[in-house]
C-alpha cells in the first residue's frame, strides 16, 4: 500500500508537470502569434504613407524611407526576445513618432515627453507603440488641421512605467472602431499574457480626445 501511494504520487507529479509544460508552450505560443501580427499592420499602414508622398514626388521621402528602416530594423532584429532593455524600447518609440510626425507637416503638434528611464529594466517590446500607432491614425485621418497629440513616459523609482498617449481627433469618422481594431486587442491580450495582476489600462473617448492610461510594473534587468 506504501508503494502504491507513492507510485500513484508520482505519476500525479508527473502528470500535474506535464501540464504546466502544455500551458507554458501554448501561452509562448500566443505570445509569438500576437507579436507577429504587430508587424505587417504597421508595415502596410506605413508603405501606404510612403507610396502617397513617393507619388507626390515630396521632397521628405528620403526621410520617411531613412526612419521606416531604422523602426523595422528594431522591430525585425532587436525585439525577438520576450523583453527588451527600456531605454532601447524608448529610443525605437522616439523614432517611430518622429516617423509619424513628418505625416503631419503644419497640421498640428506632437509632443514625446520622457522621464527617470533607468537602463536597469526591461519591458516587453511593441507595447505602447500601438497606442502611439492608433493616436496618429485616428488623428490624421478625422482633422485636416489642429491636430494634437501628447505623449509622456515616465517610470517611478519602485519600476512602475506611466505612460499616457492624448490624442484630438473629430467625430466625422466611425470612431466606435476606436477601442475594437485589431491592434488594440491584440496588445490588450499581451498585458493579460505577460503582465497578469501587474498592470491597469484605462482608455478614455470624451469625443473630441481619447486618452490612454497605462501603468505597468516593469521587470528588473538581471542580466
Known amino acids: 500500500m506504501i508503494l502504491a501511494g507513492f507510485k500513484f ?10 501540464v504546466e509544460e502544455l500551458r507554458s508552450s501554448v501561452k509562448e505560443s500566443e505570445l509569438q502569434f500576437l507579436k507577429s501580427q504587430i508587424n505587417p499592420h504597421f508595415l502596410f499602414n506605413n508603405l501606404n504613407n510612403l507610396y502617397s508622398y513617393a507619388i507626390e514626388e515630396s521632397p521628405k521621402t528620403p526621410s520617411i524611407i531613412l526612419e521606416l528602416s531604422s523602426v523595422l530594423r528594431y522591430m525585425l532584429y532587436d525585439c525577438k526576445e520576450k523583453y527588451v532593455v527600456l531605454p532601447k524600447e524608448i529610443n525605437h518609440l522616439k523614432n517611430f513618432t518622429q516617423l509619424n510626425e513628418l505625416q503631419i507637416e503644419e497640421r498640428g503638434t506632437v509632443s514625446f515627453k520622457t522621464g527617470n528611464i533607468q537602463s536597469d529594466y526591461r519591458i516587453a517590446p ?4 500601438v497606442f502611439i500607432e492608433n493616436a496618429f491614425k485616428h488623428s490624421t ?10 505623449i509622456d513616459i515616465h517610470v517611478t523609482d519602485s519600476g ?6 492624448e490624442n484630438s481627433f473629430r467625430p466625422v469618422t466611425n470612431t466606435d ?4 481594431g485589431i491592434g488594440l486587442q491584440n496588445v ?5 499574457l505577460l503582465y497578469p495582476d501587474v498592470h491597469e489600462l484605462t482608455i478614455f473617448d470624451s469625443g473630441e480626445v481619447y486618452t490612454v492610461h497605462l501603468k505597468m510594473q516593469l521587470k528588473k534587468d538581471t542580466a
Open 9 to 18: 504520487a508520482w505519476d500525479a507529479s508527473k502528470k500535474q508537470l506535464e
Open 126 to 129: 511593441l507595447i505602447l507603440m
Open 141 to 150: 485621418a478625422s482633422q485636416s488641421k489642429d491636430i494634437s497629440i501628447e
Open 160 to 165: 512602475i512605467l506611466e505612460f499616457k498617449c
Open 177 to 180: 472602431n476606436l477601442s475594437k
Open 188 to 192: 490588450k491580450k499581451r498585458l493579460l
